[in-house]
């Protein structure tokens, strides 16, 4: 069945850089969109970037925007987060979801039907 393994948290300092991965499984990653996501203490969960199932289409929220790249190795089955200029606020679990095959590219947690575990990152000096 579909799988999604979340990667690559940790605490890193204010102004520095983390690269998350998703790693997929249990389907054809090329047939899917992928979203990321995070949920600080007390906030609902938002929606940071998405990629569509080729790679060629990306949106991110304003709050990232510039500083975060999502890309996606299909043969690797893996989409990546990497984080630049992180501040105090990115500090949250970051989670990797997926719709149903065939859906576009969107940040709303609604339009997602798989999650993984999440992964938590801290930004903090």
């Known amino acids: 069945h579909l799988q999604l393994v979340e990667s690559g948290g940790d605490l890193v300092q204010p102004g520095g850089s983390l690269r998350l991965s998703c790693a997929t499984s249990?389907?054809?990653?090329?047939?899917?969109?992928i979203g990321w996501f995070r949920q600080a203490p007390g906030k609902e969960r938002e929606g940071v970037a998405c990629i569509s199932s080729s790679g060629s289409v990306s949106n991110y929220a304003a709050s990232v925007k510039g500083r975060f790249t999502i890309s996606r190795d299909n043969a690797l089955n893996t989409v990546y987060l990497q984080m630049n200029t992180l501040k105090s606020e990115d500090t949250a679990v970051y989670y990797c979801?997926?719709?149903?095959?065939?859906?576009?590219?969107?940040?709303?947690?609604?339009?997602?039907?798989?999650w993984g575990q999440g992964t938590q990152v801290t930004v903090s000096s």
């Open positions: 249990g389907f054809t990653s090329d047939a899917y969109a």
């Open positions: 979801a997926a719709p149903r095959a065939f859906q576009p590219c969107g940040r709303l947690e609604w339009e997602y039907d798989y």
